[in-house]
């Protein structure tokens, strides 16, 4: 750790003994202006009390079609299927995820550097940004696990450094989002309270994580006391649609038991001017797959 790593302040304190806490955000959800980009003044406004903004139609049904086949043809790679990039489903061993997908897929590369993108998750965090974290999602049907409530900047935080909540994510649907097939789940709000979670972080924690998290997320008390100020919405809309959500919002999504897979390409942005330094809560960080420490600003 470096003399300016060391002299960071842990705002966001985790991985606790015990008695966890909730604590209030010190750092806004939004922090560009109307004139920053394509969300005027009451899209900006919404977004910053709920946390999240769902754009319809970000693309078209022929871009959708050009992604999803670029989805299958990435699952259907032998060759990349060894690659440690790739998660598979704990039971079945599908294809669950593949990370860094902006540096495999030049098609995703070229998605993350459109300005419908791009523009939006500068303006929102009010700077220049570089992806921090890129994959694409696979849920089928009838057998996709979902992932229990957690706020990513908790994990961003303990495990690869991440000072501030000042990122966002962007998740793009390549499948109608039903609220029957595993759609996400967010509690709009959450975003201005920091869950405090109990654990000492493993080492190599993310090679059981990503498949199923079990440090790192809330109580059921907490998640309880959460849900009863905010309420939960879900992300539900046609294919081509785009979900913007800030990195600490509670989220969380049931399995799909239904025919109807459910698959999205996920980019997070964030800040430069919120790069990483040593992990908060871990003794080394996640390989950079995961947590990438290429600050170069995203350029269209």
Same mark, same amino acid.
């Given at each position: 750790m470096t003399l300016t790593e060391s002299r960071i302040k842990d705002a966001y304190p985790t991985r606790v003994a015990a008695d966890a806490k909730l604590l209030d955000r010190? !750092?806004?959800?939004?922090?560009?202006? =109307?004139? !920053?980009?394509?969300? !005027? #003044?009451?899209?900006?406004a919404a977004h910053d009390a709920k946390g999240y903004t769902i754009i319809e139609g970000l693309l078209s049904p022929a871009e959708v079609q050009g992604y999803w086949q670029e989805l299958v043809r990435l699952s259907s790679d032998e060759k990349l299927k060894a690659d440690e990039r790739v998660i598979t489903e704990k039971k079945?061993?599908?294809?669950?995820?593949?990370?860094?997908?902006?540096?495999?897929? =030049?098609?995703?590369s070229e998605l993350a550097r459109d300005p419908r993108v791009l523009d939006r998750a500068r303006q929102i965090l009010g700077s220049e940004v570089y992806i921090h974290q890129s994959r694409v999602n696979y849920m089928p049907?009838?057998?996709g696990s979902?992932?229990?409530?957690?706020s990513d900047f908790e994990t961003?935080? #303990? =495990?690869?450094?991440? /000072?501030?909540?000042? #990122?966002? &994510?962007? &998740?793009? #649907?390549?499948? !109608?989002?039903?609220?029957?097939?595993?759609?996400?789940?967010?509690?709009?709000?959450?975003?201005r309270t920091f869950v405090q979670c109990i654990?000492?972080? /493993?080492?190599?924690?993310y090679k059981a994580s990503l498949k199923e998290q079990e440090i790192g997320v809330p109580s059921e008390n907490d998640i309880t006391k959460l849900a009863a100020e905010h309420g939960i919405d879900q992300f539900?809309?046609?294919?081509? &649609?785009?979900?913007?959500?800030?990195?600490?919002?509670m989220h969380g999504s049931g399995n799909n038991i239904t025919p109807y897979p459910r698959s999205n390409i996920f980019l997070v942005f964030n800040s430069v001017e919120n790069t990483l330094?040593? /992990?908060?809560?871990? &003794?080394?960080?996640?390989?950079?797959?995961i947590g990438s420490r290429d600050f170069t600003p995203l350029t269209r």
């Open positions: 010190t !750092d806004p959800t939004v922090w560009g202006s =109307e004139h !920053d980009g394509p969300f !005027d #003044a009451a899209g900006l079945s061993g599908e294809v669950r995820s593949i990370f860094e997908v902006h540096l495999i897929s =030049e098609l995703i049907g009838f057998k979902g992932f229990y409530w957690h961003w935080h #303990a =495990e690869d450094g991440m /000072p501030r909540p000042r #990122a966002v &994510s962007c &998740s793009i #649907a390549l499948t !109608d989002n039903y609220p029957f097939n595993g759609g996400l789940m967010v509690m709009p709000g959450s975003q654990g000492e972080t /493993p080492d190599d924690h539900t809309g046609p294919a081509g &649609s785009a979900l913007f959500f800030d990195s600490n919002i330094v040593e /992990p908060f809560a871990a &003794s080394k960080p996640r390989p950079t797959f």
